[in-house]
């Protein structure tokens, strides 16, 4: 899940949140709005949008034993199912049809009005109007810029599969916090409760494609649980969907002050239960300081939004202190002068137990690091072979966590959507993890893929990815401006399957185009890619289908890891 990555009114959005507050108690969505996917039914494929892609798509390997594909390492197709269950519009599939899945939320129908959150983080006002009209006409969602309006749909997932797309990350995603500050829900705000439902649903999902495909285990889309299943599920030509978690306090483990409100014994349990729900990835933190680790400042007016969620979850804002190194995290605002000025006081009244949202000049550093629990999580995800996202951690909690990772030899470790710091790379790169892009503009994921690839470890073989987040708050690429590479034309040969044909992507009555409506679904993902082929050359596709193997050959190191031998 990905910070609102643009600045905002402060004083519209600390309105927005209050308003939000106050209406939280009270309001409850109609039962008619929140019900779930209908009862299975025989799935009918005619009744399904077209993928715009044609030709077959490539199975098997390469000569030298390989497979080829992209990967993304990071999205959240189940959204829909968190933060109470009201925020997101629409959901990946429905077994009603594409007209019962994709339509928007009951509270933005007339004209997208008292859609506050929407406006909030697509226009920076929660003042605002859209057309709510989802299938067929699609005027204005989903849109690259529209954060509330599912992305995820099967068949814009299928489009992507077909390109060549071989490994799909999703993230079972909830945060406690903005649950309960969204007045409408109809699920609970407890995270665990939720990762379990878009477990659920990630099932469901897949029987209603292998419905669509002739019967189970006949679909495109494969839940698998170790790299093995995957390698086999990808030689066959299907798409390997691999769960991880992305939440806010795993296994309940929230701070409260200096405590924290989770044991050891609850720990092993909550790791203990994911592994048993297939999930192979997961992150200790994420958004807020918990009991495990500190985390990455969000910048700018996104920043102080949710330091006030971390605030309200812990009863403290962000602390920073002086940076050891070169190191340092985002910077956070409200900070300069005033926070200069009061960098003694502040100090102690930190060391008091309170805290003032006003910060000195940057560098930043978040005071909180990896703690003794969150040393007792890392380990346990050792031991039972879990792959560590080092994303979201504070730079004093990533530099522990890679010390610990290096003592142990784990290559299990990845960076998957832009979000470590940067000089971090070369030591992920040496334990044999890998990195990937968040879903940047076409011509900024370039400049970052060539960063990275700079860091590499040449002892090893090179893979790179792409961390959409689709669904996780923040933009999907928007288009790139004209002039350089051009236009993409169409139709176009996939960069990574020369086999497969693509058009515009049609839906209902609305047909898309990378150049003038960036990447506005998941369907977009190979016209984007193709547009940077424009940028790049060969040289970037190239390592994108390796992905899918570069991710299958750490995945696979890290369940050979041998442990850490103290559990």
């Known amino acids: 899940m990905s910070a609102i990555r643009r600045p905002l009114p402060l004083v519209l959005l600390f309105a927005a949140l209050l308003l939000a507050a106050l209406l939280t108690a009270p309001l409850s969505a109609p039962a008619t709005a929140a019900a779930p996917p209908g009862p299975a039914t025989t799935a009918d494929r005619t009744s399904e949008p077209d993928t715009g892609a ?109 390109a060549g797309q071989r490994i799909l990350v999703n993230h079972l995603v909830a945060n ?46 494969r839940i698998v649980r170790d790299s093995a299943e995957a390698r086999r599920v990808i030689e066959s030509g299907r798409l390997a969907v691999v769960l991880g978690v992305e939440v806010s306090e795993p296994f309940g483990c929230r701070k409260i002050g200096d405590r924290a409100a989770c044991t050891r014994e609850q720990i092993d349990r909550g ?82 137990g309170l805290t003032l949202p006003v910060y000195p000049s940057p560098p930043h550093c978040n005071v909180h690091g990896l703690t003794e629990l969150g040393e007792y999580a890392l380990k346990g995800m050792i031991d039972r072979n879990m792959i560590v996202e080092i994303d979201h951690m504070s730079v004093k909690a990533a530099r522990r966590t ?84 051009g236009k993409l034309r169409y139709p176009f040969t996939s960069p990574i399957d020369p086999g497969v044909t693509l058009d515009r992507q049609r839906t209902g009555r609305r047909t898309w185009d990378v150049n003038t409506d960036g990447v506005a679904n998941y369907g977009l993902v190979p016209d984007w890619i193709a547009d940077m082929r424009a940028i790049a050359g060969p040289e970037l596709t190239e390592d994108l289908a390796r992905g899918a193997e570069t991710y299958l050959q750490m995945w696979r190191r890290t369940e050979q890891a041998p442990g850490t031998g103290t559990g």
Not at 106 to 117: E, K, M, P, Y
């Open 54 to 162: 044609t030709g077959v798509p490539f199975t098997g390997t390469t000569p030298d034993g390989e497979v080829r594909g992209y990967i993304d390492a990071h999205t959240h197709v189940m959204a829909y199912e968190a933060f109470g269950g009201m925020l997101f519009c629409g959901r990946p599939y429905d077994e009603r049809g594409v007209e019962a899945a994709l339509r928007d939320c009951f509270d933005h129908q007339g004209n997208g009005a008292l859609a506050w959150f929407e406006n909030l983080t697509r226009h920076g006002t929660p003042l605002g109007t859209h057309d709510p009209v989802g299938w067929p006409t699609f005027k204005d969602w989903p849109a690259w810029d529209s954060r509330t309006h599912v992305q995820t749909y099967h068949t814009w997932l299928e489009r992507s599969w077909r």
């Open 271 to 352: 790791l203990d239960e994911m592994k048993d729900l297939g999930v192979s990835s997961m992150y200790l933190c994420h958004k807020f300081d918990n009991a495990l680790c500190g985390v990455r400042f969000d910048s700018d007016a996104t920043g102080v939004v949710v330091n006030l969620g971390n605030f309200l979850g812990t009863g403290r804002f962000w602390q920073v202190e002086p940076c050891t190194g070169p190191e340092h995290d985002n910077e956070i605002q409200p900070s300069g002068v005033l926070g200069d000025l009061l960098r003694g006081p502040l100090s102690g009244l930190g060391l008091a």
């Open 176 to 221: 406690r916090q903005l649950c309960e500050i969204y007045p409408l829900k109809r699920n609970s705000c407890d995270e665990m409760e939720i990762v379990r439902l878009q477990a659920r649903r990630m099932a469901q999902m897949q029987d209603y494609i292998d419905r669509l495909h002739g019967g189970p285990g006949k679909g495109w889309f």
């Open 402 to 485: 890679l010390e610990i990772l290096e003592e142990y030899r784990y290559p299990g470790v990845i960076s998957s959507h832009s979000w470590m710091e940067p000089s971090y790379a070369r030591r992920v790169y040496r334990l044999g993890g890998m990195i990937t892009s968040y879903g940047h503009r076409a011509d900024r994921f370039v400049e970052e893929w060539r960063a990275n690839k700079a860091n590499r470890d040449p002892s090893r073989p090179f893979g790179y990815g792409y961390g959409l987040d689709a669904n996780g708050m923040g933009a999907l690429p928007p288009p790139r401006p004209e002039g350089g590479a």
